[in-house]
């Protein structure tokens, strides 16, 4: 069974930066698409397996990075310039790729992220 845990959320100022991590476990983890999604299942960044492909939603390019590590089964997101818009939870997802949340299977339970202004 896939388990999806993320970690890294918290309250920071307008600008600053915080590191989400999720930690993955199960079969075949490393072999799918995985991403961040935000509260009301916005699409945030998706990258492949390989990590050779990423996707951005327009209003975080530029400010957040999208970065995976298969040998440790981790996926993380570097959000940077953060501004108040951007407070949320946080959900990792593992599925076939894409920016619509039906395309995802697995979702963790999700991370706060409260920017202040």
């Known amino acids: 069974q896939v388990q999806l845990v993320e970690s890294g959320g918290g309250l920071v100022q307008a600008g600053g930066s915080l590191r989400l991590s999720c930690a993955a476990s199960?079969?075949?983890?490393?072999?799918?698409?995985m991403g961040w999604f935000r509260q009301d299942r916005d699409f945030v960044a998706s990258i492949t397996w390989s990590?050779?492909?990423?996707i951005y939603t327009d209003s975080v390019k530029g400010r957040f990075t999208i970065s995976r590590d298969n040998a440790k089964n981790a996926l993380y997101l570097q959000m940077n310039n953060l501004k108040p818009e951007d407070t949320a939870v946080y959900y990792c997802?593992?599925?076939?790729?894409?920016?619509?949340?039906?395309?995802?299977?697995?979702w963790g339970q999700g991370t706060q992220v409260t920017v202040s202004s």
């Open positions: 997802v593992k599925g076939r790729g894409g920016s619509f949340s039906p395309q995802y299977d697995y």
């Open positions: 199960g079969p075949s983890v490393s072999s799918f698409t």
């Open positions: 990590g050779g492909n990423t």
